[in-house]
Every structure is written in structure tokens, then in C-alpha cells.
């Protein structure tokens, strides 16, 4: 039923083996221009400063060109536009417009970091692709990459700092020309009240404990609380707190089992649909931030910018193993598949690593059936029964657990199944979409600094969006060319 990659007439990988103009005419074709002309419109000038006379939209389909073609800097992509008259034809850009300068690319990204119109187009591309029937969104995939700054790490700068302080001066006279890095201070954070006494706090001293208690705990961001405080949070206010600046940032090696990765930047969270592999919705946030709460974001989001989308499934690994995240996508009407994390070497008692019940000769029940009216799971007896010494005595035939009682616990279909190792497998689409941005579209690392690498990042994402577009509308023309012949 369920495939975990999809044989297409024309895969992603071939169409960026291209020739750069046909590839070029594929993919701007998809690209809806207006929006973002509208988007960074600027305000009509009332006669001060120097007008700009530059082509917007030739520098907008530049910019996707250049993620196409791995142009990293602004500068590099201006040196492409004057060396190419080619490419700066591809690129929209006419005899008579002269090649923006880099000023005029930075105003342009400044323009786009405000409005974020990529990440809003990323969004109607997908809605589109659920329109032509491209995307079913039965089944999603939640998943994050580290991304590296192109900002300094400013541990280092400390680190510098504290070695010029022991080297010895070797004039006194003050030099105008050497600049000074200043070191940027850390933000204090608010300390937990601790009591200096052990045991049940007395009554007289509970009110003023509970009042120091309930400062602390407003004093604390969304994001510094419990995950579980960010459900009643709607997604606007959970956006608005989501710490946005580089941070270093740590991650399981899967090359190295037992290894920590770590870098300094950020973390792109998106939601990939498993079949279509489109990109649905993403955010970008400080690389220390755990996974669990852009997940929360990012469910939210996709209940409020797809609320007719079908799902059923969302996948993901054990990162996201937490209660919060097993309500925020029940709450979209799916079941969560993460294996669990056993946070202790024993299953608990009468229970195996699956949380599935056992009899009484250590045997797993099986995982038959989903009852959506009762809301209940079913679990029938093993399959070593007719053999088992205790079938005279008589083990419980049927277990039946409603989903409630244990979120974390009981999902549809259940672990250990067959159906949820074969749905599992689906996971492995936002690692191939995570691939194709780092390979191809140069998610690897950002060459801009501070939030100006969001729109680097969105533009990945958008440019990804629109070369699957692309492919799937070149496949469907292919599929009905063969059927007439």
C-alpha cells in the first residue's frame, strides 16, 4: 500500500542535470512574481534621494537562479551577471537594465526579510500542489537540520580577547586605526528561588513561596517554560517568542553512535508530506532550542494554514518523544509514530519495550484494531497461545485501552506491528527533501548575517517547492503524452 519511494518518469535529480536555460524556463515558470512585486512594493517617493532605476523582478529570479547554480555571495552573483550575458538573460535582465549593484541586493533582501513572502509562497506552492492533486498529505514528516552561521561565534571572541590581554604592549601610544571587536554580554537570566531549608515548607512562609514561585515562572519566555505551556499558546505568540538568533547547537552523530555534532548557527524545522515529498510549512530558530518546541509551532501552523488537509500520520524520531507533542497532533485528528525513549532499562511491569501488555509466560499481545468511536485500541493474544501450559488456566483473551489513558503509550497502528514499521519507514522522505536542500540548494551553511540568513533559508525552501512543482507538472504532461500515443 504504502511505498517509500515513488519511480518518477523525471526525478529531482535530473533536472538539475539540465541545460541552465531549459532547467531555468521550468522552474521560474512556476514562480508567482506578482505576489512578491506587490509584497516589497515600495511607497510611492515624494521627491527625496536618488532614484533607483533597477529591474526587481530580474533580481528576484536572480536570486532563485543563483541557489540553482551555487552562487554563494551577492558579489558573485553580480560578477556572473556582467561576465554571462547569458545567464543575464535567463535571469529576465534586458539590453538596456544595468546590473544592480550590491547595495541594491542588500536593500532587496532587507525588503524580503520583512514582508517574509518566501516562506508564504512555500505555502501556496504546497496548496497548489494539493489543488492538482500532487500532494494528499495523508501522511507528514517532522524533522530538523542545524544550519551554520555565517556570524562569529562569539566564545571565540572571548577567547581571542582574553589572549591579547596577556601579551605585552609594545607602545604606548594609542593607534586610531586598529578596530576594537567588542564582545557581545549574554542576557542574565532569571534564577529559580531555591529555600535554604529542607522539608514541607510551613504554612506561614507557603503564600510568600508560592508568590515567588509565580514571579519566577512569569518571568520565564515561552520558550524558556515547559513544552506542555506552549499548547494553549496560539501561533502568532509562540512566533513572536521563538528565539531567532545563532547559538551553538548540539546533535546526535549518526556517523559515530554515542558522539555529539555541534555547530554554531541555527535550526531549520520543516514538515515534509511522506508521498509528495513538498515541503509544507518550516521555521527557523536558535540552534539550542530543543526539537520538541518548533514541532510545537510547526503543528500548530499546519492546523491553521491546512485545516482541510487529510492527515493521518505524523512521523518522527525519538527527539520528539514528549507528551506536549503526542496532544499537539492528536489535536489535528492524527496519531503520532515515534518510537519511544526508555528512559529506564526495565519495561514497566506486565508491559514490553513497546508498552504492549504480556502474558503470563513473557509473550507480547498483538496489535489488532483502532476503534475511533470508543476512541480505544485492541490488542488480541499472542500467537504462541495454543502451545502456551497456561491457555487451561485462561489468559485474558482481548486487552482494550482508550488513547487518553496513555497518549505516550497507545497509538494507531500500534508499535511493534508490522503496520507501524512499514509506515514508519515513510520518515526517510524529510531526510531525502533535507538532501536535496543541503546538496543542491546549499543549505549547508549561510553566507548572510543575522536574520538576513532567513531569507537565505526560506529561499532554499521556496526553490526546493518550485522545482518539485516543476518536475511533478513535467511528469503529468509526459504521463498523458504516452497515453495519447
Known sequence: MYSIRQEELFPFEDLFKMSSATKADFVLEQLPIEKILYAISPPRPRGRGRPEFVNTRAMIYSLILGKMEHIVFAKDLIRRLKDSPEFAIRCRFTGSDPIPSEASYSRLITKLLECRIFRTLMEDLADQATAEEFLLGDSLALDSAGVEAFDRNPSLNREQALKEENLPTETDEPSFLEEVETIPTEK??????????????????????????????????????????????????????????????????????????????????????????????????????????????????????????????????????????????????????????????????????????????????????YDSKRDTVKFTRPKECPTCPFQAEGCQKVFKFRVEENIRAYTAPGRGSKAFKQLFKLRTAVERVFAYLKLYLGLVSSRKLKKRAFVDMDLSCLTYNLCKLAIDRLNRSLRTTVKTI
Not at 263 to 292: P, R
Open 188 to 369: 542574565a537570566k532569571p534564577q529559580k528561588p531555591k529555600r535554604s531549608k529542607r522539608g514541607r515548607v510551613p504554612k506561614a512562609e507557603e503564600a510568600a513561596w508560592q508568590a515567588e514561585l509565580a514571579a519566577y515562572h512569569n518571568s520565564l519566555s515561552l520558550f524558556e517554560r515547559e513544552v506542555a505551556d506552549m499548547l494553549p499558546c496560539s501561533y502568532d505568540e509562540l512566533l513572536a517568542d521563538m528565539p531567532q538568533y545563532p547559538s551553538t547547537g548540539a546533535k546526535g552523530d549518526p556517523r559515530r553512535s554515542g558522539r555529539m555534532k555541534y555547530w554554531y548557527g541555527y535550526k531549520l524545522n520543516i514538515v515534509v508530506d511522506c508521498q509528495s515529498q513538498y515541503i509544507l510549512t518550516g521555521e527557523t530558530c536558535s540552534a539550542h532550542v530543543s526539537d520538541q518546541r518548533p514541532a510545537i509551532v510547526l503543528l500548530k501552523r499546519i492546523k491553521e494554514r491546512f485545516p482541510n488537509l487529510p492527515v493521518r500520520h505524523v512521523l518522527a524520531d525519538k527527539g520528539y518523544d514528549s507528551e506536549p507533542v503526542y496532544r499537539a497532533i492528536r489535536d489535528l485528528g492524527a496519531f503520532p509514530l515515534i518510537p519511544l525513549i526508555h528512559r529506564s532499562k526495565e519495561s514497566p511491569e506486565g508491559m514490553d519495550k513497546h508498552l504492549r501488555p504480556i502474558c503470563r509466560q513473557g509473550h507480547s499481545y498483538l496489535y489488532d484494531s
